[in-house]
């Protein structure tokens, strides 16, 4: 299957601090999605990219679609507490077998009050 | 809201035992979708669904079977349980056209020993 690999794997920042996280494939996407996953819950989309080169804003957090359509880029700005969690990126090439979303392993974001 | 509903949160299972993993939703969506997470691994697609009647399988769907008899119930059976599908499973639902857009389960950690 395809392999997304996510990076750094763990951050641990101090509260008011930016955060920027990216994730890279092996394949072209056409479909970049950002997710947060909070222990014991499944995860739940923060922003939805589908154009190459796009940079989509939810609040403090903005995301950008590769121009290469294999990586995408989320930062966090002004980092606070509720911030701490999961970010997990997806990749999914639209027009193709539905269901065929790839995720990766994720970025554990710590953030010290 | 209830959104995306999973029975049971927890389960252990003793090797060769069969069990049925329980996913309901509340949105009228057509897709569905049963993926795995193992520790420090990306979410894993087992089966999907594009609507009644209609199921597919996904990466990794070796030891399970689904059905999709409504719009709103998805199941996940386990037949002969064996440790290497100790897991966390999340159910997930999509509307419309797949996107990647997911909304997800809170999730059934299931314990093979």
């Known amino acids: 299957g395809q392999q997304l690999n996510q990076s750094p794997q763990s951050m641990f920042i101090q509260e008011g601090e930016d955060v920027s996280m990216n994730c890279t494939s092996s394949?072209?996407?056409?479909?970049w999605l950002w997710y947060k996953q909070d222990p014991g819950e499944g995860p739940v989309l923060l922003i939805a990219l589908y154009k190459a080169g796009e940079l989509t804003s939810n609040g403090r957090l903005t995301a950008q679609f590769g121009i290469t359509r294999k990586d995408s880029f989320l930062n966090i700005s002004a980092s606070i507490p509720s911030d701490v969690g999961i970010y997990v990126c997806a990749g999914a090439v639209r027009g193709s077998t539905l269901g065929r979303l790839y995720f990766g392993r994720g970025t554990q974001l710590t953030v010290w009050p | 809201n209830a959104g995306v509903t999973q029975t049971p949160k927890f389960r252990i299972l003793k090797i060769g035992q069969s069990m049925t993993l329980q996913c309901a939703q509340d949105?009228?969506?057509?897709?569905m979708y049963w993926y795995r997470q193992d520790p420090g691994m990306g979410l894993k697609l087992i089966y999907y669904?594009?609507?009644?009647?209609?199921?597919d399988k996904g990466e990794v769907p070796n030891g399970y079977n689904v059905s999709r008899s409504t719009t709103e119930d998805f199941p996940l059976r386990l037949e002969l349980a064996a440790p290497s599908q100790t897991s966390v499973y999340f159910c997930?639902?999509?509307?419309?056209?797949?996107?990647?857009?997911?909304?997800f389960g809170e999730g059934s950690r299931l314990t093979v020993l």
């Open positions: 394949s072209i996407f056409n479909t």
């Open positions: 669904s594009v609507g009644a009647g209609i199921t």
């Open positions: 949105m009228n969506h057509n897709y």
């Open positions: 997930a639902s999509s509307p419309g056209r797949a996107t990647g857009e997911l909304f």
